[in-house]
């Protein structure tokens, strides 16, 4: 027992339970006392039997994850229990392919055990759920936090597994990955939100998201809202007059830049696993009010995983790990972004890439410009060339073109097939980082653009009461569509925007011009300063997205990363590759990293079903990965060298994926798919 924490005994149990901690460190007692850590709110929790309801499934099972969408009873006011197991069906679907023939139920799902046995069972896991915020006293923050302990946990064996969400995903974004590993295996699972999931605001109604899901008003939620835009009563009246139908949502418009805290949040999740672990399996202390702490990083697996944001998430937190939380990182396709592109080399094949460890918004505001024309937008095509921005007489040689840019700029000739269905994915991260790394309020639409959900001629609609009781289910954390203002002839979806500069229906691409122009500093058609007002945004945008950017330096943590060479999203030679460099030249010889990089992998595992013939699913590596660093932590099995993984695609959708198509990660890989780091050098091999 430590002196330093008799100021948290004081304000937590009175006087008396600190005079008799301070009594036992005056006799010598030792006793650790299992103390909620400062910034978890209140904390809810509920047990399910496994048959019924369950941890990993929501009572659905495999059949259910892969069936229809639940109906609620009454649409207009779904229980928090309804809004919990839709929410756990969309995000379960929304991370894997829920085909049988891309291998759910054969190669992964909640029927395959831990072992990797096709089961006849439908994969229902009971335990305890335990939901709180993480806060500073303020409710702004409000990053929801979730513990769920499996009734298999065997406190012989203790091990914790951090899920933290992807992309701007809710609370159970991670409970396909992750989470079912962890549960699978027997682990109490840590998620978070990591302060960038579900918060849709409605203006009309002043409505907000509670931390169970349901609605209600602002005031009357108070510092419980999931999320409220930081405005007077009479902006927020003026807002809602003078735009009517848009929206706010947490990841864009929290003016908190929740990324720079991704690692933070996936620490205290890992704490708050702890704090429960030990309430729930620790013996009662001599006060006779707290439990003691049984699991400690001393006796405790604890692995950092998940995929994409959380990923990057995972890797922030072994970075920023002072006391030790962490014992290994299992990470897949991880949006991480380098602290600085130089000091390494990435070379694939023995030649030099073309460009390495890029900033998300700097390549997400590239690929804005591109990827429409690329998918056909004879406007915006048409509107490039007009700008000296782009060459070719017809569409076809302007598409051939601004593909050609993209590879110049970083992307690998893997992504080829996949750039066309990647333009509306980059336009929402384009929109939404840009407001969260500056901090912007709903109300400056930054660069003309606002967020609403629009009819079929790109009009902003509102969001119909059964939408907006549902919206934690069915949000992704981004809300509705991007909406260009300043189209000609008012407001309209960006498709339907037509610049002021060229009169055309070129997709809205004076707005994209302005955020690039955030992402560079300079005017990214004439090279030229920016007028004083875009420049002082410009560098709002830029200074918040240095605190999110990594050092590299994973003290000595065991990690794997694995991600797919076709990923479009976020291209490995700024991420993941470029992390590899970025840790040489931190931690040398020292470092314990691992990559893995799969052929005709890609960011979403869906066009494993829709492109058989290009893509296989990236899922099966990161049980893998899992797996890997489990064995490695538990018993020293050696973490495999970094390597490429070569897969095998299939005929058509209708053969069914195998272990034939999917080559593990090999012990002990031939030299010619050997990734060598030399120095500061990174080689690739094709």
């Known amino acids: 027992m430590k002196h330093a924490s008799l100021i948290s005994i004081l304000a937590r149990t009175g006087p008396v339970a600190a005079a008799l901690a301070l009594a036992g460190c005056a006799s010598g007692d030792s006793q650790d006392l299992n103390l909620a850590p400062s ?108 513990v769920q302990v499996p009734s298999q946990f065997d406190p012989a064996n203790p091990c914790i597994v951090a899920g933290t969400s992807s992309g701007s995903r809710g609370v159970y974004g991670a409970i396909g990955s992750a989470g079912e590993w962890g549960l699978k295996k027997g682990c109490a699972v840590a998620y978070s939100d990591k302060g960038s999931g579900t918060g849709l605001y409605t203006f009309d109604d002043d409505g907000v998201g509670l931390q169970n899901g349901a609605r209600g008003t602002r005031t009357a939620a108070g510092k419980n809202a999931s999320f409220a835009p930081k405005l007077s009563d009479a902006e927020r009246a003026a807002f809602a007059a003078g735009s009517p139908n848009r929206v706010a949502f947490k990841h864009a418009h929290s003016q908190q830049n929740p990324e720079r805290s991704w690692g933070e949040a996936t620490l205290r999740a890992v704490e708050f696993a702890y704090y429960v672990l030990n309430n729930q399996y620790g013996a009662m202390a001599d006060d006779a009010v707290h439990h003691l702490q049984r699991f400690t990083p001393r006796n405790t697996i604890v692995i950092a995983s998940s995929i994409s944001n959380g990923a990057g998430a995972a890797l922030l937190a072994a970075e920023q790990d002072t006391k030790g939380l962490i014992g290994g990182v299992a990470a897949t396709e991880p949006q991480i972004q380098p602290g600085t592109a130089s000091g390494y080399t990435i070379r694939q094949g023995g030649a030099a890439v073309s460009a390495q460890g890029k900033p998300l918004f700097d390549y997400s505001t590239y690929a804005a410009l591109y990827q429409p024309c690329i998918a056909g937008s004879a406007g915006r095509c048409a509107a490039l060339v007009g700008k000296g921005l782009l060459t070719g007489a017809d569409l076809a040689a302007q598409q051939s073109a601004a593909l050609a840019k993209m590879k110049a700029y970083g992307w690998l000739a893997d992504s080829d097939p996949l750039q066309a269905s990647h333009a509306g994915t980059n336009i929402l991260v384009a929109v939404t980082y840009a407001n969260a790394y500056g901090k912007f309020s709903v109300s400056d639409k930054v660069c003309g653009f606002s967020f609403a959900q629009t009819d079929a001629n790109g009009d902003p609609i509102a969001f119909t009461a059964a939408q907006r009781a549902a919206s934690f289910a069915t949000q992704n954390g981004i809300i509705g569509g991007v909406l260009y203002e300043d189209s000609v002839g008012g407001a309209k979806a960006y498709q339907f925007g037509v610049s002021p500069s060229t009169g055309v229906n070129d997709q809205s691409l004076d707005g994209f011009l302005c955020l690039r122009a955030l992402a560079t500093g300079v005017d990214p058609v004439t090279g030229g300063a920016l007028n004083s007002s875009l420049a002082a945004q410009s560098q709002r945008v830029r200074s918040g997205i240095a605190p999110v950017q990594a050092n590299g330096n994973l003290h000595g943590k065991p990690a794997i990363i694995v991600h797919g060479r076709s990923d479009t999203l976020v291209p490995v030679n700024h991420a993941s590759r470029a992390y590899l460099g970025l840790n040489a030249a931190q931690e040398g010889a020292a470092s314990k990293l691992r990559y893995v990089e799969v052929t005709h992998a890609n960011h979403f595992d869906a066009f494993s079903n829709s492109l058989p013939t290009l893509i296989v699913p990236l899922h099966v590596y990161l049980f893998r990965a899992l797996d890997t660093m489990y064995a490695h932590l538990k018993s020293g099995q050696a ?48």
């Open 39 to 146: 910034y978890l709110g209140a904390i809810s929790s509920n047990t399910y039997d496994g048959v019924s309801d369950d941890l990993l499934t929501a009572g659905l099972g495999k059949s259910g994850l892969a069936g229809a969408l639940p109906a609620y009873a009454d649409p207009a006011q779904p229980t928090p229990r309804e809004l919990r197991r839709n929410a756990i069906y969309a995000n379960y679907r929304a991370v894997l392919d829920i085909n049988a023939n891309s291998g759910y139920g054969t190669l992964y799902g909640p029927n395959v055990d831990a072992a990797g046995n096709v089961t006849g069972g439908e994969g229902r896991i009971g335990g305890t759920e335990y939901l709180a915020y993480a806060d500073d006293g303020s409710g702004e923050q409000n990053v929801t936090l979730m």
């Open 639 to 686: 973490l495999p060298p970094s390597q490429v993984v070569h897969t095998v695609t299939r005929a058509d959708a209708s053969t069914p994926i195998t272990v034939a198509n999917l080559p593990p990660i090999a012990a002990a890989p031939v030299a010619a798919d050997l990734i060598q780091v030399s120095g500061t050098v990174v080689d690739v091999p094709n």
